[in-house]
């Protein structure tokens, strides 16, 4: 199975897999998912360990169009309803108090569960196809914690090989969004109003159209939520983000430095030693990003540039998936600049 095209024997058999606790890796619309049955702790279990994400990490639950949210959430205000109608399928994850039934495996211990519907045609006849729909499918992203995330079934394949920890891939193509879903908190709006967690597609104002209330930025009270840590989406080479002149400079300097640079850009740059020019508009530097990613960590760079998006609400998840990359790495060029390169 490939493209978009359902398949309905491997649809069939995937679900089965699901049902006996197995991990199958999904395609949805921002990235792909490692999937397992969300009220399985078990099942649950072997996602954490597969992927080495700390237990205390939530994970979403990927539900069914038309998915009764009661069966999951409790307290549920007629803001996350309208939101659902609004914008489900689709990439956004509302935070919602937990039903008191659904396993502390997929909060990370807190009293709030993740919960989206995904639009992928491949996602939504897998989540169908589950317990007869009723199910629900804990989805991190199919890879290794940290690491960049996967947006085809051969990034999911690199990640986990064939080990065997991952039951089955469906592959769906390349994801269209690329990054991960917006994560909007509704489990505190009597206290703190809704509460923007991880941006993404859907911006604070979309929401806000929907909603009349503008999300605030998170609070040290605010749940933990998935992609939120302040190094994450990271490949193995060092990452850099400069504005665009600043980046020029840099990269002629590392140059006759000797070093190998690889170079992440929409602007026209110099050759450098590998380069991707992504498209210059927001949804299309978005798709093509984590692709880009690693492919340059593939390039036997010394550190891999990458050409700031613009400032602004459509570009901001972008940047926030940057930042994240970038996280810890502020001093390698002046490094890079400042160590001989041995000959």
């Not at 709006?189 to 604070?204: E, F, K």
């Amino acid at each position: 199975m490939s493209g978009q095209d359902v398949d309905v024997a491997a649809i069939a058999a995937a679900a089965r897999l699901l049902e006996q606790g197995q991990l199958v890796a999904l395609p949805t619309e921002t990235v792909y998912g490692l999937g397992a049955d969300a009220e399985n702790p078990a099942a649950v279990a072997r996602i954490y360990a597969a992927k080495g994400r700390p237990m205390d990490h939530p994970v979403i639950v990927h539900v069914a169009p038309g998915a009764e949210l009661d069966h999951w959430a409790s307290d549920i205000p007629y803001q996350a309803r309208a939101l659902a109608d609004a914008f489900w399928p689709g990439p956004l994850t509302m935070i919602l108090k937990r039903a008191a039934h659904i396993p502390d495996a997929v909060s990370g211990g807190q009293d709030t569960v993740g919960i989206r519907c995904p639009s992928h045609p491949v996602a939504i006849a897998l989540l169908q196809a589950f317990k007869g729909g009723k199910g629900g499918i804990a989805a991190p992203s199919a890879n290794k914690f940290g690491n960049v995330s996967p947006t085809t079934a051969q990034h999911v394949r690199d990640e986990f090989g064939a080990d065997g920890t991952v039951a089955a891939i469906l592959d769906g193509g390349q994801s269209q969004v690329g990054i991960e879903s917006t994560i909007v908190d509704l489990s505190r709006l009597a206290t703190h109003g809704p509460v923007l967690l991880r941006p993404g597609q859907i911006s604070a104002d979309a929401i806000a159209a929907v909603i009349d209330s503008v999300p605030a930025a998170p609070d040290a009270a605010a749940p933990r939520a998935s992609g939120t840590l302040e190094s994450h989406y990271a490949p193995h080479t060092p990452v850099a983000m400069q504005d665009s002149a600043e980046l020029l400079a840099t990269l002629a300097q590392l140059q006759a430095a000797g070093r190998k640079v690889a170079l992440v850009h929409y602007s026209a740059f110099p050759p450098a030693h590998a380069e991707v020019q992504l498209p210059s508009s927001p949804d299309g530097f978005a798709h093509a990003l984590y692709a880009a990613l690693r492919s340059m960590d593939q390039a036997g760079a010394d550190v891999i540039l990458v050409e700031a998006p613009p400032r602004g609400g459509e570009w901001l998840g972008v940047n926030d998936r940057l930042r994240r990359a970038a996280h810890g790495s502020s001093g390698i060029v002046h490094g890079l600049l400042n160590h001989h390169v041995p000959s």
